[in-house]
């Protein structure tokens, strides 16, 4: 969620909602102003207003990654805009090249991804499945085309492709 706090633009990147005994409650958030980069914690009380900040969206293509750069396309315009890694936090695990997804602009300025529910991906390394192991419900590490790795269950094998949950990082279902 983005929010304007203090005249700057921040993300939500953790909150809590506490209510001690007998005082009121309030919401502890940890914010990342998008301008420059730093972290702050603020105590909102319930009196506080806070304003959403209004995004726009636009489906776009993800072209290529270079260093510390992605570049998306819009898919109407091609226009390209490029996202820091830094701006693109652990999303960077699940995009592939030419994958079309959604990017938030705030003013005209990318400042974010919107990634699909769940992507198929392809494992590439894991270890072979144990002959006669399958007494309880084992997992063991995959490494997906992407270089994220997630518990998958012995039966996966390289090459296959899984489907993975983009919010939790779960393995699902074999594709």
Sequence with gaps: MLIRHAGNLCRVLDLQ?????NK???VQCRLRNL???TL????FRSEDDVERAALDSRRMQFLYADGDGYHFMDTESFEQVQLTSETLGESVSYLLPEAVIVVELFDGE???IQLPLTVDLQVTETTPAIKGATASAQL?????ETGLVVQVPPFIANGD???VNTETGEYQSRV
Excluded: C, I, N
């Design 17 to 21: 909602h506490l209510t001690p005994g």
């Design 24 to 26: 009121r409650g309030f």
């Design 35 to 37: 301008r420059s980069g």
């Design 40 to 43: 702050t914690d603020h105590k």
């Design 110 to 112: 990318p400042v974010g």
């Design 140 to 144: 063991k590490p995959a490494q997906l």
């Design 161 to 163: 492709r899984v489907r």
